[in-house]
């Protein structure tokens, strides 16, 4: 983390609450975050699953050395490929980094798109068990269409919900109702009920229209493998990332896998992370309209991120909100 710069806070952020940012990959939410922070007097906390991961830079399209010197960033770099994390650290060391920014009156910013770790930090994680290694283990063998019969079986409202393309997803629904005897479904619905955090916070999502965002991916994804993804890659399958069944669920990364054991040509990799990566971005999308208590904001093409990140500012330094520590 960069050294944390001298500042005193505007009069008005007297108990700087947290601001949140969320929106699906390359909205335009990090570049944002970055300028508001700094006008703030902020300090980045990321909400990427990806980003804790050390070594997986170009393909999270993780904040450069440069940025982090502008603004201070937490929770990026934290773990090595051979380590596991999950949204229960997450929310323990977010709540911790919370508390360390606000200690030295600065503002706490999220930005990321992964939205469990949102919903882990605001309502806490329920008391669904911790990992079980051999059942697990067990799972992971299984096809995924035989793991969705067996969900939908068993809880069909989760199996309605669950983002079925995504095994790490299911397998995990699937350990805890084998681990509890109880649907998944219901585990969840625990967290409003019993674990409701009371800090409160600004909460935005951004969005853009289709064709805009869907040029702006494929932009990115031209530059990530210009700027050496495949070279990245090959790199960190040295050091275990086929093995860290996480990661391998990174967009890019695992298709750029494939890549290289002969699976399909550079060109044809390159198109197949734009189509998942477009995916991924629509079910981000799909999940944050689904959460209550945030405010949308859809970004112009037309206008700069500097200039959008200024408007926000101001609404937020005129409205005081950053100093109302009081739970609304």
Known sequence: MANTPDFHPPSSILHPRPVLLAGPTAVGKSEIALRLAEQLGGEIISADSMQVYRGLDIGTAKPSPADRARVPHHLIDICDLTESFDAAQFARLAHRAVAEIQSR???????????????????????????????????????LENLLAELSKHDPAAYEKIDRQNPRRVIRAMEVIRLTGKPFSEQRADWDAHHASRITHLFYCFSRQPADLHARINVRVDAMFTSGLVEETRELLKRGLAENKTAMQAIGYRQVVEHLRGERSLAETIELV?????????RQLTWFRAQKNLEWIELKPCESLEKSAQKMCEAILSSGATGDNNPR
Do not use: H, M, N
């Open 274 to 282: 734009k189509i998942r990566t477009r995916q991924f971005a629509k």
């Open 105 to 143: 009156g600065r503002v706490p910013v999220f930005c990321g798109g992964t939205g469990l770790y949102f919903r882990a930090f605001l309502e806490g994680i329920g008391d669904a068990p911790s990992a079980d290694a051999k059942l697990r283990a067990e799972l992971e063998g299984v096809p």
